[in-house]
């Protein structure tokens, strides 16, 4: 039976369902409203939903979250900064339902568990660099989400040589740095026209040289991390999801530079670096794999907070 998978993201939602072979179809998405967010996320719900009795739901969402309380805040998101309870949400709409919540980048770990890059490994570092960026741990074969469900958040590892604000509050983060909303933002400041991160992966790969800046600037700042969190974690395969990862060669020639620059300890020299196979519903697909289990594989015992 098929389970009704939701992502919340930083700029939109996406809903589908997804098979038991991990398949995902009658996919629907739409941007994050500025303001009755909720109303716009369920209107979503019901739509893909179709009338169809909902079983199970699964939901990863960018973060902060309060997992075991069932809580989203994510930092792009105003209306809900503070804390909206999405798990208590969805099951009054759902009311049969199993409802099963986790950040996006744990889901994307699990996707990737299933079906890409981490079968067989036991442990690794799965990202999503699009509007924002995000993580998820697979240690000792678990997918990993620490005291309150915010384990993996690897858009906010401090990388050095730019003293950028985040929407965290912090400085420096890579988030701040290199995701696509980032990066077309300070190219922006320097000229160029577009918009989105997407337009500007496109210049980049035309050559124009504010946009290819841009992406030399990312994939340094991406690489930094990677070895930093590497290092941490003790982890040889990284894998890395999200729109702003398709972005070329003007993205990865400098991330895969950085990497070699930065991963010199023994233990690392064997660190892979690798585009995610997965498409861009693998939030979905690892929603789906957390709704579908008989035991919550991410269970946490105490309540924390975003």
């Known amino acids: 039976m098929a389970v009704l998978a939701l992502d919340i993201g930083a700029t939109k939602f996406a809903a589908g369902l997804v098979d038991e072979t991990g398949r995902v179809y009658g996919v629907c998405r739409t941007a994050v409203p500025a303001r009755e967010v909720w109303p716009e996320c369920r209107r979503l719900l019901l739509e893909v939903a179709g009338g169809s009795a909902v079983t199970a739901v699964g939901i990863g969402s960018a973060g902060p979250v309060d997992t075991p309380g069932g809580v989203t805040a994510p930092l792009n998101i105003p209306e809900w900064r503070a804390g909206f309870p999405i798990v208590a949400a969805v099951e009054e709409l759902f009311p049969t339902a199993v409802v099963r919540f986790a950040i996006d980048g744990a889901c994307l770990a699990l996707a990737e568990q299933q079906?890409?890059?981490?079968?067989?490994?036991?442990n690794g570092l799965a990202m999503t660099v699009s509007s924002g960026i995000g993580g998820g741990i697979l240690v000792d074969g678990r997918v990993s989400l620490g005291r309150t469900g915010n384990?993996?958040?690897?858009?906010?590892?401090?990388?050095?040589?730019?003293?950028?604000?985040?929407?965290?509050?912090?400085?420096?983060?890579?988030?701040?740095?290199?995701?696509?909303?980032?990066?077309?933002?300070?190219?922006?400041?320097?000229?160029?026209?577009?918009?989105?991160?997407?337009?500007?992966?496109?210049?980049?790969?035309?050559?124009?040289?504010?946009?290819?800046?841009?992406?030399?600037?990312?994939?340094?700042?991406?690489?930094?991390?990677?070895?930093?969190?590497?290092?941490?974690?003790?982890?040889?395969?990284?894998?890395?999801?999200?729109?702003?990862?398709?972005s070329g060669d003007p993205l990865w020639r400098p991330l895969r530079e950085s990497v070699g620059r930065h991963a010199k300890l023994t233990f690392l020299r064997g660190l892979r670096v690798e585009l995610s196979r997965l498409d861009d519903g693998a939030t979905l697909v690892g929603a789906a794999v957390l709704a579908r289990s008989p035991i919550d594989p991410l269970a946490l015992a105490e309540p924390g907070g975003p």
């Open 151 to 246: 384990a993996g958040h690897i858009g906010h590892i401090v990388v050095p040589g730019w003293e950028v604000p985040c929407a965290c509050g912090g400085v420096g983060c890579v988030e701040a740095v290199a995701s696509g909303m980032s990066s077309a933002r300070w190219a922006r400041a320097q000229g160029w026209r577009g918009k989105t991160g997407a337009e500007l992966a496109a210049a980049a790969r035309t050559g124009d040289p504010i946009a290819t800046a841009a992406l030399a600037r990312a994939g340094t700042a991406l690489g930094q991390a990677i070895c930093s969190a590497a290092a941490l974690l003790d982890v040889d395969t990284v894998v890395v999801g999200g729109g702003f990862a398709h």
């Open 115 to 122: 079906s890409g890059a981490f079968r067989g490994i036991r």
